[in-house]
């Protein structure tokens, strides 16, 4: 089995910055998209970020050039560093991984349990 868990959550203030951590454990040869979505009540799912396992990235255009992906391989963990946050950031964040637990099985994809941001005005 594998598990995603997040943190880094919480609440901040307009302009503010957090950072939010995913790392995945359990059953996993190798990993190869990983990235973060949000989601509000009553919404769909979308894609904040993602990043392939050698690093090209892709962002949503609300947060270009305030979010930032990154992972660490050995740790099979990703990273948000956000910036310049905005109370239309409010949500909550998922992390995702794209995982194959052998080197002959087809990757499957894995979701964290979601952490809370709040960005008060």
């Known amino acids: 089995q594998v598990q995603l868990v997040e943190s880094g959550g919480g609440l901040v203030q307009a302009g503010g910055s957090l950072r939010l951590s995913c790392a995945a454990s359990?059953?996993?040869?190798?990993?190869?998209?990983m990235g973060w979505y949000r989601q509000a009540p009553g919404e769909q799912r979308e894609l904040v970020a993602a990043?392939?396992?050698?690093?090209?990235?892709n962002y949503a255009d609300s947060v270009k050039d305030r979010f930032t992906i990154s992972r660490d391989n050995a740790k099979n963990t990703v990273y948000l560093q956000m910036n310049s946050l905005k109370p239309e950031d409010t949500d909550v964040y998922y992390c995702?991984?794209?995982?194959?637990?052998?080197?002959?099985?087809?990757?499957?994809?894995?979701w964290g349990q979601g952490t809370q941001v709040t960005v008060s005005s």
């Open positions: 995702n991984a794209d995982v194959l637990k052998d080197f002959m099985s087809w990757p499957v994809i894995y």
């Open positions: 359990g059953s996993i040869f190798s990993i190869n998209t």
């Open positions: 990043i392939t396992r050698g690093g090209r990235t």
